[in-house]
């Protein structure tokens, strides 16, 4: 545990820097190699599990989502809540990776294998968490829809905070109180009560920074943080679920006392899309 607060405190300070402060480049160029090192360790428990995958063509399309973001937020019609390019590439990528792959592949009793877990790792790793990006440099409609609920720069600090929060909490009252097991099959020491106390506490964060922000729509903040608290428990779970089927506990031994890069992400992964498809709901509905 000690080693698990110190690795935490450690890594705190520069995560928030990027989250709040960062120039647009460092960012990115933080996000690329977050985005890449966590579809390796994907690769590594796909690999463990006996499934062979494709992973340049993975690595390649990856990197290639979050600069297809990166792109909506400079190059595309910044009053819409969704730009083009991430749109085409993720069009494109199926049949284009499916079609290359038919020449790669050496064995075609292998191709439905590779070419499902390089498309999976694709969709699972660059595509969810390259939605990171919007959230960081949003475009006008982002922005306005976010406006009564949070200051438009401070969305991802949202998204950390309250999943950071949920974390914690969850850890705290499962530890204290947790005696139902939530999915053993899964993870086996996640208990309903955890479940619960995470889910208020990552409440509780988000009402603490409405308080902060002097937010004039306290409802949709709250709905915002169950929403991503919620999302943010699923992502743990399917993360878990992933280490498990290669008989893991984590996904690699990267960060002392958190296990690897993927076991960091793995709420982001479900949340940032989740949050930022609210965010859109939200301005269309107020259209």
């Known amino acids: 545990m000690r080693l698990r607060v110190v690795t935490a405190l450690v890594l705190m300070p520069p995560v928030l820097y990027l989250v709040l402060w960062a120039p647009e ?18 690769f590594e428990i796909s690999r463990t599990c006996g499934l062979g995958a494709f992973r340049w063509l993975g690595y390649a399309v990856c990197a290639a989502l979050c600069l297809a973001q990166w792109a909506d937020v400079h190059w595309f019609n910044q009053s819409a809540p969704s730009g083009s390019a991430i749109l085409i590439l993720a069009s494109l990528t199926i049949p284009l990776a499916l079609t290359i792959l038919l020449v790669w592949t ?7 294998g590779a070419a499902s877990i390089t498309l999976f790792g694709i969709f699972y790793v660059g595509l969810l968490l390259s939605w990171l990006v919007p959230l960081r440099f949003p475009n006008v409609a982002i922005a306005q829809a976010a406006a ?23 850890y705290l009252v499962g530890k204290g109180i947790g005696r139902v097991l939530l999915f053993p099959r899964i993870s086996p020491k996640k208990t309903l009560e955890g479940s619960l106390g995470g889910l208020a506490g990552s409440l509780l964060v988000a009402w603490a920074l409405t308080r902060w922000w002097k937010t004039s729509d306290l409802k949709t903040a709250m709905l915002l943080a169950g929403l991503v608290a919620i999302a943010g428990q699923a992502g743990d779970l399917v993360e878990s679920a992933l280490n498990r089927s290669a008989d893991r506990k984590d996904s690699a031994s990267l960060l002392p006392g958190h296990g690897g890069l993927l076991d960091r992400v793995d709420s982001l992964i479900l949340s940032a899309p989740v949050l930022w498809a609210a965010l859109v709901v939200k301005g269309l509905l107020a259209r």
Do not use: C, K, S
Not at 25 to 42: C, D, K, P, S
């Open 25 to 42: 480049w460092l960012f990115m160029a933080a996000l690329l190699v977050v985005v890449l090192r966590t579809a390796f360790e994907y």
């Open 106 to 112: 050496r064995d075609l009793h292998d191709y439905l």
């Open 148 to 170: 009564p609920v949070m200051p438009p720069g401070q969305i991802l600090l949202f998204l950390f905070l309250v999943n950071w929060a949920g974390d914690i909490f969850a």
